[in-house]
Nanobody, 123 residues
Framework: QVQLVESGGGLVQAGGSLTLSCAAS????????MGWFRQAPGKEREFVAR????????RYADSVKGRFGITRDNAKNTLYLQMNSLSPDDTAVYFC????????????????WGQGTQVTVSA
């Protein structure tokens, strides 16, 4: 089992940057592809980015491509999301997720969820 705890959210102005972290407990972290999802008020939870076991494979939603970067440090059992050029449309609760496989891009393919961290981007 993997327990996930996100941190790093907050309030930032449009055009700014934030880095989210997700600390994972348990040695199973390295056996899971990992991802980030987000959920804005009144909207469904949506895929943001995913990364393979070793970090060699990454995929992004079109809405964040070129602005966000997903990385992982298996030695520290930590997943990251670097977010640049933020806009108010990026305002959401961001969730860390352990994925069933590297092709997952929907909530149905998530094995474990973190509790989420709020990101608010002001205009």
């Amino acid at each position: 089992q993997v327990q996930l705890v996100e941190s790093g959210g907050g309030l930032v102005q449009a055009g700014g940057s934030l880095t989210l972290s997700c600390a994972a407990s348990g040695r199973a972290f390295t056996t899971y592809p990992m991802g980030w999802f987000r959920q804005a008020p009144g909207k469904e939870r949506e895929f943001v980015a995913r990364i393979g076991w070793t970090g060699g494979i990454t995929r992004y939603a079109d809405s964040v491509k070129g602005r966000f970067g997903i990385t992982r440090d298996n030695a520290k059992n930590t997943l990251y999301l670097q977010m640049n050029s933020l806009s108010p449309d990026d305002t959401a609760v961001y969730f860390c997720a352990a994925l069933r496989n590297i092709e997952v891009s929907t909530t149905k393919g998530v094995t474990y969820w973190g509790q989420g961290t709020q990101v608010t981007v002001s205009a």
